[in-house]
C-alpha cells in the first residue's frame, strides 16, 4: 500500500526535477500530490487522517512512557520527589504528567508561533532520538571496556565489581594490579 501511495504521489507531483534539488523541507510534498489530484479539499483530509492516525496515538504514547520515566527516576531519587507521587483515584503520577502536559503544550505552542517552528521541531526530535538509541549503544560497547581504566571502581554487566586497571575476574591489565571481581 505505502508503494502505491508513493508511486501515485510521485506521478502527481507538479515539479519532480524542483523537488529532487531542493528536497522538502516543509514536508508538505504528499499533500501537495494530494491537491493535484483531486483538489485542496483532499489534501485537508490527508492532513487531518494523519494527524488523527499517527500525531494523537503516537503523542499519546510518548507522553505516557516520559511520564512514567520521570516517575520511576523521581521514586528513585534521582529527580525532584514530586514527581513521585501517584494520584490515589487512578494510581497514575499526577504530577508527572501533569509536568510533561505542560511542556509539550508550551514546546508546540511556541514552535507554531514560529516561521521554521515545525522544521526545528522535528530536527530536535530527531536528534534527540538518535542520542537516545546512540547512547546506550555507546556506553555498553565502550563503557565496560574503557571504564576500569579511567573509573575508581567500576560494575561490570555481569554484576561483579573490579578494582581500578582489572578485568573481569582479576585479570591484570596495563597497570598490572589484580584485583577480585
Given at each position: 500500500m505505502f508503494i502505491a501511495q508513493t508511486w501515485v504521489a510521485a506521478i502527481l507531483t507538479p515539479d519532480p526535477q524542483a523537488l529532487i534539488v531542493g528536497g522538502?523541507?516543509?514536508g508538505t510534498a504528499f499533500y501537495t500530490a494530494a491537491q493535484v489530484a483531486a483538489g485542496p479539499w483532499l489534501a485537508t483530509v490527508c492532513a487531518v487522517a494523519t494527524a488523527v492516525a499517527w500525531g494523537l496515538p503516537d503523542s499519546m504514547v510518548a507522553q505516557v512512557a516520559i511520564s512514567r520515566l520521570l516517575y520511576a527516576m523521581a521514586r528513585d531519587r534521582q529527580l525532584p520527589a514530586f514527581l513521585a507521587k501517584v494520584s490515589r483515584e487512578r494510581n497514575v503520577p499526577r504530577n508527572a504528567i501533569l509536568l510533561v502536559a505542560v511542556?509539550?503544550?508550551t514546546l508546540g505552542l511556541s514552535m507554531s508561533a514560529r516561521g521554521d517552528g515545525i522544521a526545528l521541531l522535528s530536527s530536535l526530535i530527531n536528534f534527540g532520538a538518535?542520542?537516545?538509541f546512540l547512547l546506550p549503544n555507546a556506553s555498553g560497547s565502550c563503557g565496560s571496556v574503557w571504564a576500569c581504566w579511567s573509573w575508581?571502581?567500576?560494575?561490570?554487566p555481569g554484576g561483579g565489581r573490579s578494582c581500578p586497571g582489572s578485568l573481569p575476574g582479576g585479570t591484570?591489565?596495563?597497570s598490572g594490579k589484580e584485583c577480585e571481581s
Open positions: 522538502d523541507p516543509d511542556a509539550s503544550l538518535l542520542t537516545a575508581p571502581v567500576c560494575i561490570w591484570p591489565t596495563r
